[in-house]
């Protein structure tokens, strides 16, 4: 039998509870991030402290290694010390002495600064050159995309299409009406303009005074002959008049007056099929809205008006009067 009177034992046992160990991985990452920062700011220093000849120098060598092995050149190892400064050789340091240098040639190449500042400055001059010639000739491609959609927006002039070509040359906007077979630009073996090519020139007139470029004009035939050769009234007279009254027809389109600096009869020396020499897309009136290096050459070139191919050159050509009522042509 139990006794009443002795009562169980109870023991209460605490646990005390902390928080779980969390490892050590952050003192990883810490100690990565303290890594890179070290070797960011001896990167930055190295940078700071290396010539500007030795840095060219490691790129050149990454990027060819084995040209810098055998030609050398400026770069690691070219110098024999690399004592920073500042000095009138813009090439190098002051203190810093090349291998191989002498008193004699270090004066030489002190000598040659200047002349390294001028190439610098030519191509900065260049440079400020180049964007010109970039913004010149998007504003030809703007012009030639307007001249596009006036023909395309004029049902008299786009059954022409096929006949006017445009393109960008080394010279500018070349614009050229060509003949057809069954449709030619003039009356045949003579100056007088269609219709249709009197309104076409027109609207290109009044395109052409969007841009203030200068304009040259061109007139071509085919290699048919007339009867008397070059004797008399030949393609060359022909091609200079058929030039000059297209220069008309722009004029009373509205053109500015000045911005034609060119006016010449070509004749048959320059085909645009030279395959088919009697190919009627050979009889054409070329106008080219010159850019500015265009114009320049051909002022150089021009420094006083003259004759070229039977035309006047400088200046619009006069009309050459000659009976061609017994002189048959195809042309």
């Known amino acids: 039998m139990s006794d009443d009177t002795q009562q169980p034992i109870v023991v209460k046992r605490i646990k005390k509870g902390g928080g779980g160990h969390h490892g050590g991985a952050w003192k990883i990452a810490y100690a990565d991030f303290v890594t890179a920062m070290m ?21 050149d060598y990454f990027q060819n290694p084995l040209k810098l092995a055998m030609q050398g050149g400026e770069g690691s190892g070219d110098s024999s010390s690399i004592i920073k400064g500042g000095g009138e050789d813009l090439s190098r340091k002051v203190g810093q002495v090349r291998r191989g240098d ?20 030519q191509i900065a001059a260049e440079a400020i050159k180049a964007a010109a010639e970039r913004r010149e000739r998007s504003r030809l491609i703007d012009l030639k995309g307007k001249l596009e959609a006036i023909i395309e ?39 007088d303009l ?45 091609s200079s008049n058929r030039a000059n009254a297209a220069r ?13 600096v060119r006016v010449v009869g070509l004749a048959d020396t ?23 290096a265009a114009e320049e ?10 004759v070229a191919n039977g035309a006047q050159v400088g200046r619009p050509a006069a009309d050459i009067k000659t009976d061609t009522s017994t002189l048959p042509v195809p042309n």
């Open 39 to 59: 070797a960011f700011f001896l990167l930055m220093w190295l940078l700071g402290s290396t010539a500007q000849g030795d840095l060219e120098g490691i790129a």
């Open 102 to 121: 002498t008193a004699s040639n270090r004066a030489i190449n002190l000598d040659a600064a200047p002349a390294r500042v001028k190439s610098e400055a």
């Open 153 to 191: 927006a004029n049902p008299t002039l786009r059954q022409f299409k096929n006949q006017i070509l445009l393109d960008i040359t080394s010279e500018g906007l070349r614009i050229q009406l060509i003949d057809a077979q069954n449709r030619a630009m003039f009356t045949s073996a003579s100056a």
């Open 194 to 238: 269609r219709p249709y090519t009197k309104e076409l020139l027109r609207e290109i007139a009044a395109a052409l005074n969007d841009v203030d470029n200068r304009l040259s004009m061109s007139g071509h035939t085919d290699s048919a002959q007339y009867a008397g050769g070059e004797r008399g009234f030949s393609n060359w007279e022909l």
């Open 248 to 260: 008309r027809e722009l004029v009373a389109g509205g053109l500015e007056g000045g911005k034609m």
């Open 270 to 292: 320059a085909h645009l099929n030279p395959d088919d020499p009697l190919d009627p897309a050979n009889r054409r009136i070329s106008i080219i809205v010159l850019n500015k």
């Open 297 to 306: 050459a051909l002022r150089s070139q021009q420094g006083a008006p003259g």
